[in-house]
């Protein structure tokens, strides 16, 4: 059985979800459909691209990842159908699958516009479609012609020496953890500071630290992350992404 997996900004308010996946269980109606997240914050290019680098691995070989984030949509970038590391990747080409798109033996086609596509929702008309047939076993030069991505998100700089650590926040999970790209194992015995406010060493997890204290720790995506226990360190820090982070040896 085949699996697809979904990851948007269209939020479960309006009818936006229900009319994707609409299309995908009439198309491959055996298909089994995964939620990854549908909570991006509206055209979060790099949030969904960071959410996807962390779960498509997660999924048994043959998975169709169905990303759909585009305010650029109805524009003139390429609707993308991605085969990489034995996983099929639908979406925009705006960066937003920038995680597969330096894999060895890349394949990568354009997919077609159909003129009754409607100009503001590519995820229904475009995405879904060919989601659903790729998951049915339609090869990927059926779907459309070879091409290069164009957009690929830029890298988080990142610094790495013997006496410190340097990079920055990268995403704010929904309880206002602040994820890094600092690696974990080059972390290891330094004093973690987020934007020059002293964290202190790392510790194995929250329980460590009383309720209100900060706490630096590696979290289940192996880089360094920084919690307020029992609230928001977004909140209490006043961090976003590119909030500047460091390790320095003691």
Not at 99 to 111: C, D, F, I, T
């Amino acid at each position: 059985m085949s699996v697809i997996t979904l990851l948007t900004d269209f939020g479960t308010r309006d009818s936006y979800l229900g009319e994707v996946r609409g299309v995908l269980v009439s198309r491959a109606p055996d298909v089994t459909l995964v939620d990854i997240s549908h909570d991006i914050a509206p055209g979060d290019v790099a949030g969904a691209a960071y959410i996807l680098s962390r779960a498509w691995s997660r999924f048994p070989t043959g998975t169709v990842h169905l990303v759909v984030v585009d305010p650029g949509v109805g524009g003139t970038r390429n609707a993308l159908a991605v085969l990489a590391g034995g996983h099929a990747f639908i979406g925009p080409d705006n960066g937003v699958l920038s995680p597969v798109l330096s894999w060895e033996g890349l394949r990568v086609a354009a997919l077609p516009i159909p003129a009754s596509a409607a100009p503001t929702f590519h995820g229904r008309d475009v995405f879904a479609p060919a989601a659903a047939a790729l998951a049915g076993g339609t090869d990927l030069s059926v779907l459309g012609q070879a091409v290069q991505p164009a957009i690929r998100l830029p890298d988080v700089p990142l610094t790495l020496d013997a006496e410190r650590a340097a990079g920055q926040v990268i995403y704010i999970d929904r309880f206002g953890n602040l994820v890094t790209n600092l690696p974990g194992e080059a972390t290891a015995g330094r004093v973690v500071s987020v934007d020059g406010r002293v964290v202190g060493p790392l510790r194995r997890t929250f329980a460590d630290v009383e309720p209100g204290d900060l706490v630096a720790y590696v979290g289940s995506g192996n880089t360094v992350e920084i919690a307020v226990r029992d609230r928001s360190a977004a909140g209490d820090l006043g961090a976003r992404i590119g909030t500047p982070v460091s390790a320095e040896a003691t």
